[in-house]
């Protein structure tokens, strides 16, 4: 096994590393420092001329290897964790090194390194991992439960239903609901997207909220705190309209804890973000035990392992838009919703111009990087929870806009084109010289006489209309 001889150089000049030996060809001891005698097998102390495969038996049967350091057809080697009994009945542990000794002819330096702390560092470090290990197969055992209620089902309400329910059920609360964050860093806008209530308590599923108290009093809280808790929120010094708010919901008690999950399907990055908050009500002050505290935020990591699986199953790993799985499920819930409320849903699909053309020319690695900034500019086009941009496929992209008639939907649909254009990614083989898009729109009120396959064929067709009036525009169905 190799061993830098930089490395080996910085132990032989260090205190702790000047036990050594040299050794001839014929692997007699030429050279010997003090302090090598408690490492050797010799009952007798060391000397010039002795055979090192006598002193350190463990090097028989290495005499080849050893010869290619002699001969420089290796760097080093290295004998690691020896064991020897001192007279006192005590352990001596210890590493041997072997390197060309470079201050003379054809001889072999020989290091002795005092290894009984490195040895205590390996012992508690293999303790360490076989009790991460442990853990990590009771989590994995979970993770497979979890798994195949993901897939069972296809959706992540199911599994979050699941598992806050067995919540309220074991705290014995009257609310626990998910609030999911969409813009935690300006005013901690977001939405309940499950519950589940004790008889007689009033639901607050679909509710958006728009607070900047929370931002402005709990923001750091949550940032700091893995558990935030309110006993009684008359005794808090809550802002009284949120104190009343509260009331208005029958809460007079809460535990909060907050949703990191990591950012999986960046490139490079391991940064975590705060997804949503894990929510628990109840009707009357109380206290919150340790334990129940505890028990929480257990559930809590099966809830962020849940939502973890889900995003990599529907987000797009290149743009980090939903894929094509997300935006059908999400049209389809829009369409079931928007036709019993009679409100419109409309669909923008757009595909980049000449990008094989592009590809072909600055190659795929420019072509993703090119695809990550435009999905970036549909990403900040949404303004709504349920506005929805997707990667339709290759490098077509589609905008769900519910509650949305043709105009509406026209006017956000143009602005952006106007601000890839603005990008000014260069592209010599487009007639613009730079890179644009064409855009199709198409809104609908769902009715039984229609099918989403309407609405989509009906925005393709306009997107169609685009390219063949020239690309970079929009056309309206």
């Known amino acids: 096994m190799g061993f830098p001889v930089n490395t080996m150089i910085k132990k032989l000049i260090h205190p702790q590393y000047r036990d050594h030996l040299k050794v001839g060809q014929n692997w007699l001891i030429r050279d010997i420092s003090q302090g090598v005698d408690r490492f050797s097998n010799s009952p007798n102390a060391l000397k010039s001329g002795q055979d090192i495969r006598d002193v350190f038996p463990e090097i ?107 919540i309220r059920q074991k705290l014995d609360c009257c609310r626990v609901l998910i609030y999911q964050v969409h813009n935690f860093q300006k005013n901690w806008y977001g939405r309940i997207i499950t519950e589940t209530v004790a008889p007689g308590c009033k639901e607050l599923l679909d509710q958006e909220f728009n607070n900047p108290t929370l931002h402005q009093n709990w923001g750091q809280l949550y940032r700091d705190q893995e558990v935030f808790q309110i006993e009684d929120i008359n005794h808090y010094g809550l802002e009284e309209s949120w104190r009343k708010t509260l009331q208005d919901n029958q809460i007079d008690s809460q535990l909060v804890i907050p949703i990191w ?61 939903p894929n094509r799985r997300a935006f059908n499920s999400q049209l389809q819930q829009e369409w079931e919703r928007l036709a019993r409320e009679k409100q419109p849903l409309a669909l923008i699909l757009c595909d980049v111009d000449y990008f094989s053309r592009f590809n072909k020319t600055y190659g795929h690695l420019s072509g993703d990087h090119c695809l990550r900034q435009i999905a970036s500019i549909l990403a900040k086009s949404i303004k709504r929870s349920a506005d929805t941009a997707a990667r339709y496929g290759g490098e077509e992209f589609a905008i769900i806009l519910p509650n949305t008639e043709i105009e509406g939907a026209y006017q956000v649909a143009e602005k952006v084109r106007q601000e890839i254009n603005a990008l000014k990614i260069p592209h010599q083989e487009s007639p613009k010289q730079y890179v644009t898009i064409s855009l199709g729109v198409a809104s609908y009120i769902p009715n039984t006489s229609l099918t989403i396959e309407t609405l989509i064929q009906a925005a393709d067709n306009a997107l169609l209309a685009a390219k063949q009036a020239g690309r970079d525009c929009t056309i309206k169905h």
């Open 60 to 166: 028989r049967g290495l005499e080849s290897i050893l010869s290619d350091v002699f001969h420089g057809k290796r760097i080093s080697y290295e004998i690691k964790h020896l064991c020897r009994h001192s007279s006192q009945q005590s352990l001596h542990y210890f590493n041997l090194y072997f390197l060309l000794d470079q201050n003379s002819d054809h001889q072999l330096l020989v290091l002795v390194e005092e290894a009984r702390e490195s040895l205590h560092t390996l012992q508690k470090m293999t303790q360490i991992t076989k009790e991460t290990l442990l853990s990590v197969q009771e989590k994995e055992k979970f993770l497979g439960i979890i798994t195949q209620q993901i897939w069972r089902s296809l959706k992540l309400e199911d599994v979050l239903k699941l598992n806050i329910t067995q």
């Open 261 to 321: 999950i990591s950012d999986a399907e960046a490139e490079t990055s391991f940064e975590i973000h705060l997804w949503g908050l894990l929510i628990i009500h109840h009707h009357t002050p109380r206290y919150w035990y340790k334990k129940e505290i505890q028990m929480v935020k257990n559930l809590s990591e099966y809830l962020t392992i849940s939502i973890q699986l889900e995003r990599l199953a529907i987000i797009d790993y290149l743009t980090h838009l």
